[in-house]
């Protein structure tokens, strides 16, 4: 591991946090690149919580995601972005060939304080299987649209589609775009 690829200015460095984890931390972004087999070992030892659904009041996301895609520390391909449970938790950025994870400065101890870190995978059940299977398939389809595109015009098409998953009306916008061509 070597220079940030979040931040492109840090350098990853290996970091053992106070509750044990090993990872590789950016010390400009504060970004934590995480080794999913260590992770596993690491949850292991933890005690099971209960992972709410909902951060409690007064505990704010650590800031808004990063927009652009980003590439795995290790092997440098784009990493895939999914939800660590449903509603509005963060969205964490996993590399499928590493098996690696990364998360941005203050996302782990945003994680933490809702009680989500220990469930950032749920990565040996069967929904883990079913989503990473979905993943490489999304994986693929991603790398052929960013050939077909190029860098510039991928990372902005990325953030039309991320707007437009937000929008209750987003049918409509669709066959508005539709009609475009
Ligand atoms: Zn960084
Ligand atoms: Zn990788």
Known sequence: MSTCTCCHQGQLQPLTLDNGLFVYACNACQGYALDIATYLDWRREQPPLQASPHA??????PHADHRHALHCPACQRLMLKYRVHAGDSPSIDTCLRCDCIWLDGGEWDYLQAIGLHTSLTAISTAAWQARRAQLTVNLRRAEQDREQLGDEVYAQAQQVLAWL???PERKHILKMLHRLN
């Open 56 to 61: 409690p009041v007064g505990i704010q996301p």
């Open 165 to 167: 998953q937000e929008q």
